[in-house]
């Protein structure tokens, strides 16, 4: 099994006319790749009627309820993070309660509110209730607000993380851009918080830098926009370590920390 | 056959990564099935005298059948003329340049020197957009990128001048490519280390807007994993001769004459 811990789609209401072919090519090559399962986030409207990391509600229910169609026609390879906007309590955890009740497997943060922020409080208890992973955006050591996010780097998903300590992280997009360095320092001792490879970076020392900080129990394979790359860090990955670590990082790690009965090997 | 124009030796000053030495760059060749690589020497690319990492490159490769030296020119610096026909005598498919990094005007007076003396001697002109992606590079990491217009710039400078390319992405293939006559367009190629694959097919697109015959396998190794341009191409349905086209058949044809 292969498990693509950050997977995105689009639909037709994004800015993307090519919308059908780039969620075809995604799952051709999840094919080659021998990617099992997909689980993916929608940003909204991916920019459209509203910011791709400040999503207004009605993008945030209608990009939801594109990736739960997705999920229904795909339903041995999609799974569903239910995309939310932390500035919007009430229908985040509305929002929330009812994609997982339709089926979603985890919470996308995108960079809607820092990391650090108390409104993250309400979304992590309702991830911990119900026992489902969150999947954080992060630029990998944040010196300044960039434009178009309100995004977190890795030590401040280390304050969340230890403000819910029964909650487990996903530390989106090592290879995401920003020094990962720095969020690798920052999660070293954080038991909670996961790293998932995915990324358009593909560094030399990057992958043997999050085994030695996080360590092979805490590594997530993903692709995020580029899946080349993340093919790339799997053969990589491969001569690094053992066979049954490397199973570990392809889907182990993730049945771990996903709801039971998420993936049929569970 | 597959052809890496675009490998280092040496360190990097701004972070530490594995795998610079001429043998794990062997190993790496080898685990990755690459047959050749062009190599240039990093440390250099940094000091003031870039020139001066050349002799260290052309005893290095010399040991090594697989490697083929890309040494350093400055052409800001006197003396540099004689480096060309060092490194035509050292069998260096390239020479490379890396004016911001030596702070000099990307398509000023002495680089378009360069690019004509290159066109003379038949030599391919190297030159990165960039080394690092920008959003991580290091506080004191300050060298701009290439510009696209240097490289439009350059290629219509001198008739004879051949541009080898290396880490430019799709937005800037098309710029300069649409922006270039049919002419300037053939005597440019591509290096495969910094365009996206699937979802979003940039490589795909490229291959057949821009034509599969402007592009080459590079790598950027050991900054980045050499795994990446393979596995770009392995999502690619290209079939064999086009595959071999970009893996060898490209810089051969192209670049190697």
């Given amino acids: ?266 | 056959m597959r052809i890496d124009v675009n490998a280092f030796l040496g360190a990097y000053p701004y972070r530490r990564v594995p795998g610079t030495a001429p043998e794990r760059l062997m190993q790496a060749l080898e685990r990755v099935q690459i047959d050749e690589a062009w190599v240039s020497h990093l440390p250099s690319l940094f000091w003031r005298q870039p020139m001066e990492g050349n002799a260290w490159l052309y005893d290095t490769v010399a040991r090594e059948r697989r490697l083929r030296p890309v040494p350093a020119v400055h052409p800001g610096l006197a003396g540099w003329a004689p480096t060309l026909g060092e490194a035509v005598d050292h069998g260096a498919p390239a020479v490379r340049c890396d004016p911001a990094h030596y702070g000099l005007d990307p398509a000023g007076p002495e680089v378009r020197v360069l690019a004509a003396a290159c066109g003379a001697a038949k030599l391919p002109l190297m030159m990165a957009v960039r080394l690092e992606d920008a959003r991580q590079r290091h506080p004191n990491d300050r060298a701009a990128e290439l510009p696209a217009a240097a490289v439009r710039a350059l290629i219509r400078s001198d008739d004879a001048v051949r541009l080898l390319i290396t880490h430019a992405d799709r937005a800037f293939i098309e710029e300069v490519h649409f922006g270039s006559t049919p002419d300037e367009a053939a005597r440019m190629w591509w290096d495969i280390s910094w365009i996206w694959g699937p979802p979003e097919d940039h490589l795909a697109m490229l291959v057949e807007t821009v034509g599969v015959e402007r592009f080459v396998f590079g790598t950027g190794q050991p900054l980045r994993i050499p795994e990446n341009a393979v596995a770009k191409l392995d999502l690619l349905d290209l079939g064999a001769q086009r595959r071999a086209a970009i893996e060898s058949e490209n810089a051969r044809a192209g670049l190697l004459h």
């Fill in chain 1, 1 to 266: 099994m292969l498990i693509d811990v950050h997977a995105h789609f689009y639909h037709d209401q994004t800015p993307r006319a090519d919308w059908r072919e780039r969620n075809a090519s995604r799952l051709s090559a999840g094919d080659k790749i021998g990617v099992t399962h997909h689980v993916a986030s929608i940003l909204g409207s991916w920019g459209l009627t509203s910011p791709i990391y400040f999503p207004s509600p009605r993008d945030v229910t209608y990009g939801n309820d594109a990736l739960l169609v997705l999920q229904r026609q795909h339903p041995d390879r999609v799974r569903g993070y239910v995309t939310v906007n932390p500035n919007y309590t009430t229908h985040a955890r509305a929002e929330i309660e009812r994609c997982l009740g339709a089926g979603m497997v985890g919470i996308k943060l995108a960079a809607s509110r820092r990391a650090t922020d108390p409104l993250l409080d309400p979304i992590s208890e309702l991830a911990r209730a119900r026992g489902v992973p969150v999947l954080q955006h992060v630029w990998q050591h944040r010196r300044r607000d960039w434009p178009g996010q309100e995004a977190s780097d890795g030590a401040e998903l280390a304050a969340l993380a230890a403000r819910h300590p029964d909650v487990r992280f996903i530390l989106a997009h090592i290879g995401g851009g920003g020094d990962w360095q720095h969020s690798l320092a920052a999660l070293r001792t954080v038991a909670n918080v996961y790293v998932d490879v995915s990324g358009s970076g593909v560094d030399g020392g990057m992958l043997e830098a999050c085994l030695e900080s996080v360590g092979v129990e805490r590594l997530l394979w993903g692709t995020d926009l580029t899946m080349e790359t993340g093919w790339a860090k799997l053969r990589y990955l491969a001569h690094l370590l053992s066979p049954a670590q490397l199973e570990l990082v392809k889907w182990k790690n993730a049945v771990r920390i996903f709801p039971p009965g998420a993936f049929p090997a569970d």
